[in-house]
């Protein structure tokens, strides 16, 4: 049984903070992405697992297989560090039964209808409202942060922030 040490949501997946920061503090020894796209894909596939460290396996899996590869064994052996680009994604997968009880949300970039939340983190309303309801039905505590020896933002916060600049609008 693979034990969950970190969940990120992060548009960049891997990159260099990921691997010098949150790599280092959680101890994990496998990366595993998950998005349907990226599960298609296999030039970018092999550009993700070339940016990892060489001591730490990369797999990446479509929401579908994940989900029944945590049935099936619990995905296997080691310390999992699970990146998602989106919020959508990680959402599926929760709701598909992997049980994800922290979720990190690091890296979201601008966009149409994205407002900046805490630094560089945005979010827009469908992204507000499916992480609302992992941290209400699902029991999921989700909060803002980008890097471990920097602050974060619960959830509720971030909301009300969310809220306060759609009424400026």
């Given at each position: ?168 609008n």
């Open positions: 049984m693979a034990q969950i040490e970190l969940v990120r949501v992060d548009f960049r997946l891997i990159h260099g903070q990921v691997i010098t920061k949150w790599v280092r503090q959680t101890f994990a020894n496998r990366i595993v992405i998950i998005d349907d796209n990226l599960a298609k894909d296999e030039f970018m596939r092999s550009i993700y697992v070339m940016a990892a460290p060489s001591n730490i396996e990369v797999n990446v899996y479509s929401v579908e297989s994940a989900i029944n590869n945590w049935v099936e064994n619990e995905m296997g052996h080691g310390k999992l560090f699970i990146l998602f680009k989106d919020v959508e994604t990680a959402f599926k997968t929760i709701k598909g039964g992997v049980p994800i009880k922290d979720l990190q949300i690091g890296g979201l970039g601008a966009g149409p209808g994205r407002k900046a939340i805490f630094g560089p983190i945005t979010l827009n309303e469908e992204d507000a409202n499916l992480l609302r309801e992992l941290d209400q039905e699902n029991n999921c505590h989700v909060y803002l942060h980008q890097v471990p020896d920097e602050p974060k933002m619960e959830l509720k916060k971030a909301l009300e922030k969310l809220d306060s600049l759609k009424n400026k």
